[in-house]
């Protein structure tokens, strides 16, 4: 029992260690940094890879990604902002405004979507469709957001979004799905997200953060993560929305991408920015393995 346990949450855990080698080993974060966008450019191609899309019958599937997409750029970040801004400092306000602008995670909606035993090709369609609507959505979100209290570099923001989703498209058109093995291309996807966690933690100093703030930050993502699902969940019954169906609209709303969340807060140095993210990040996956384990 307790074997299939941490294969359940084996996902959760490997989180979890690489944020803790971030804190107690940071030496090689400045080697790392150059990585990021490569990194995140390679879990776009992965995100992207092998979905047929000539199989799908995108007509039923219209207006459950239409309405991901509302919850996901508009609702959520607009309703999570206000919970947010009642108990955070600017920093960390900052910070869970970029994790609600960004898009959906594609590979953890899509493995959380199949292990609850939803639509998993659902799952796909959405979070292509949030990745590809990036570019022009996060930069619009997150101004809307925290535009009164910085300056948000849109441009900026904007052409790196670009680059990655178009370099991703490319990479995905030139190499062949046979080229790797699909066991292969999971197992460096893996890789490629504890990277960027042990990057991204090991650059903020931890212990310089107050014990406090860091207690806030975590009862807030519990929180929003929570209200996303009730809010998902009452969307599903007040539409008539099958149970399958329901399961992909939740986890595509709610996962959002830890790689462009780290990329966007670049040009943010506060380490408040970044811990809210990966708290945020971990308390979704966390949320996402128990919702999954439930249903």
Do not use: H
Request: aromatic share 6%.
């Amino acid at each position: 029992m307790i074997r299939t346990a941490l294969a359940r949450f084996s996902n959760v855990l490997l989180v979890l260690g690489a944020a803790g080698v971030g804190v107690l080993a940071p030496q090689l974060s400045p080697y790392l940094d150059p990585l990021i966008t490569p990194l995140v450019v390679f879990l776009v191609f992965t995100s992207l890879r092998g979905v047929r899309f000539e199989s799908i019958d995108y007509s039923s599937y219209a207006a459950i990604v239409a309405l991901s997409l509302g919850l996901s750029y508009v609702v959520l970040p607009l309703a999570g902002m206000r919970l947010v801004e009642l108990a955070l400092s600017d920093a960390a306000v900052i910070g869970f405004a970029v994790a609600l602008s960004v898009p959906t995670t594609a590979g953890s909606a899509i493995i959380w979507t199949r292990l609850a035993r939803g639509d998993a090709q659902l799952a796909t369609i959405g979070s292509i469709a949030s990745l590809l609507v990036a570019p022009a959505a996060t930069p619009l979100v997150l101004t809307r957001l925290v535009g009164s209290r910085i300056t948000v570099p849109t441009a900026s923001i904007l052409t790196d979004l670009a680059v990655i989703v178009v370099v991703g498209v490319l990479l995905t058109v030139v190499v062949p799905t046979d080229a790797l093995a699909a066991e292969t291309v999971d197992r460096a996807s893996t890789v490629a997200i504890l990277l960027l966690i042990y990057t991204a933690v090991a650059g903020i100093g931890v212990f310089g953060i107050d014990g406090g703030a860091l207690l806030a930050i975590v009862g807030v993502a519990v929180l929003l993560f929570c209200a996303g699902a009730a809010l998902t969940a009452g969307c599903q019954r007040a539409l008539g929305i099958g149970r399958d169906q329901g399961v992909a609209l939740c986890f595509t709303t709610n996962l959002k991408n830890l790689g462009v969340a780290l990329l966007v807060t670049l040009p943010f140095a506060d380490p408040l920015v970044t811990a809210a993210i990966i708290v945020y990040y971990v308390v979704q996956q966390t949320g996402g393995a128990v919702l999954a384990d439930a249903t």
